[in-house]
């Protein structure tokens, strides 16, 4: 996408805006999925959403074991 389909959608983001962002690293939150041995869950800190996916995946938890997420996934 341009910026001129960004614009046809209604978007004030100009040139300039973009010319002047900077991407910025930041340390990840660190979880080691329970159920799932030998995997953590790197994902982005608050205020991203990454403590919600922690919250989901401990919800899911108690539904389905967390392996048998992973390997309906990679199916």
């Known amino acids: 996408a341009d910026l001129k389909d960004v614009r046809s959608i209604g978007s004030c983001i100009s040139l300039t805006d973009l010319k002047d962002y900077r991407a910025t690293e930041v340390k990840p939150l660190?979880?080691?999925l329970p159920?799932?041995?030998?995997y953590k869950l790197l994902?982005?800190?608050?205020?991203?959403?990454?403590?919600?996916?922690?919250n989901i995946l401990n919800i899911l938890k108690g539904k389905r074991s967390l392996s048998s997420l992973i390997a309906l996934q990679s199916s």
């Open 43 to 54: 994902t982005v800190p608050p205020p991203a959403g990454g403590a919600a996916l922690i």
């Open 30 to 32: 660190e979880v080691s």
């Open 35 to 38: 159920g799932v041995k030998g």
